[in-house]
């Protein structure tokens, strides 16, 4: 019999060596942990969209279809917890817009694309894959698009001549932009195509797979190289979001598997993927338009430091779920 504490300690370890050889990189100067703009346009730009692609893609109609409990519940958790977080981060500890969001982001959207991966695969087995995969989808195109239209949209505000511009045409600037990064469109093209029949070609899905391996362990470890450079800045913003994130998330999507009696073991996919520590997308679309959030990054510590309990109370918990 399988011990889920032990293959837990076996998805989770790469993931924080990864972020760890990243951080001791940065502060070793190592890498310029100032200067990443080429490592993030490879993860952002190419490695992630390519693995969200392939995994969606090579789904069936019927494997998509049956997700759609999880998708639901998963898009409904982000977009609640986006909207708290992004009101509180602005109204009550005073941060503009863009590092609002960047915060909303950071705490709504748990690590999917590289600790979602080994923690479903070892607890659950690579059937259950799919499920990762329309977790990314579903955060790649509801919570990452709003963050990405305000980043670009308080850019442009701050270029020269953009005050002659009215909001509206520059709200309509920054979502077609948005509609245009890989990030996005990625998973869009991938569910179009299943929903219509379509499949990837073997050549093309290797291809694909192959820049898409890349994802996980260099999104960690560049994680772990921003976060070097970045000043912590502890209180009670951080404090809350990381709450928020490791605590508040995995319950609410046990509250709404319960309300809406769905299977068990989409029940405890849910749970699972929802206790995940933040994830990395909020300092990297930050660093996509040179911005920084020091509360963002400090979540991202705390958050990952405090998953080690509480991804393990979430697996002991559900342990009998979906047998």
Partial sequence: ?????????????????????????????????RNVEELNSLVMTFAVPA???????????????????????????????YGFTFWMAKFKFKADS????????????????????????ALLGPTRVISVAVAI???SIVVSPITLVILHHGTRKTEKGAK????????????????MKPIVFAPIIAVVMILAGVRLPVPIAKSFSLIGEVSGGAGLF?????????????????????????????????GLALLFHVAPIISREAILLA????????????VSVKRSSA?????????????????????????????
């Fill in 1 to 33: 019999m399988r011990d889920p504490l032990s293959e837990l300690l076996n998805a989770l370890a790469p993931v924080f060596f990864a972020i760890i050889l990243g951080y001791f990189a940065g502060r070793k100067k190592i890498i310029d942990n």
């Fill in 137 to 139: 989808g579903c955060g």
């Fill in 98 to 121: 863009s590092d609002a969001s960047l915060q909303a982001l950071t705490t709504s959207l748990p690590n999917y694309a590289s600790a979602g991966l080994p923690l479903i695969m």
């Fill in 164 to 179: 002659n511009e009215s909001d509206s045409s520059g709200i309509l600037a920054a979502l077609k932009s948005t509609l």
């Fill in 295 to 323: 509360v963002a990054g400090t979540t991202m510590v705390a958050s990952t430091a405090l998953s080690a309990v509480t991804i393990a109370a979430a697996v002991y918990l559900t342990s009998g779920m979906g047998r």
């Fill in 51 to 81: 693995a969200i692609f392939v995994s969606i893609a090579q789904a069936t109609r019927g494997q998509l279809l049956t997700q759609l409990p999880l998708a639901l519940i998963l898009s409904s958790t982000m977009l609640i917890l």
């Fill in 275 to 286: 206790a995940l520590p933040t994830g990395y997308f909020g300092v990297l679309f930050g």
């Fill in 222 to 254: 560049l994680t772990g190289v921003i976060l070097s450079a970045q000043k912590m800045e502890w209180g009670w913003n951080a404090s809350i979001q990381t709450v928020l994130s490791n605590v508040v998330h995995p319950l609410m999507a046990l």
